[in-house]
């Protein structure tokens, strides 16, 4: 089970920047999934809840992303995207994609993506 994460790179302060989350040999839904979206780690940070959705549509930010960031994703497309706007210095960081499933006999598991740099300039 992997996910590729992308979309990342230099923005500046008020711009925007798009984050796909695709994930590889599988399809989203093919598992019990109990979330599926963003999370990031800034240097020297815990890693955080960015967004994700939480059962069928249900979702849930970050404090300080609320109003400016959001989740959405294209069945069709088998993508989960993070659209970022009004983007701030501080939203630099390495962006996770995380789901959250039960994959065959394995119980609930995190899984993770490789990360993808957001550096956002003043």
């Known amino acids: 089970v992997q996910l590729q994460a992308s979309g990342g790179g230099l923005a500046q302060a008020g711009g925007s920047l798009r984050l796909p989350c695709v994930p590889s040999?599988?399809?989203?839904?093919?598992?019990?999934?109990?979330?599926v979206g963003w999370f990031r780690q800034a240097q020297g940070k815990e890693r955080e809840l960015v967004a994700t959705?939480?059962?069928?549509?249900?979702?849930n930010y970050g404090d300080s992303v609320k109003g400016r960031f959001t989740i959405s994703r294209n069945n069709a497309k088998n993508t989960v995207y993070l659209q970022m706007n009004s983007l701030k210095p501080e939203d630099t960081a390495i962006y996770y994609c995380?789901?959250?499933?039960?994959?065959?006999?394995?119980?609930?598991?995190?899984?993770w993506g490789k990360g993808t740099q957001v550096t956002v300039s003043s």
């Open positions: 995380n789901a959250r499933m039960e994959v065959a006999t394995i119980p609930i598991t995190n899984y």
């Open positions: 959705f939480t059962g069928g549509d249900n979702t």
């Open positions: 040999g599988f399809t989203f839904g093919s598992f019990d999934t109990h979330a």
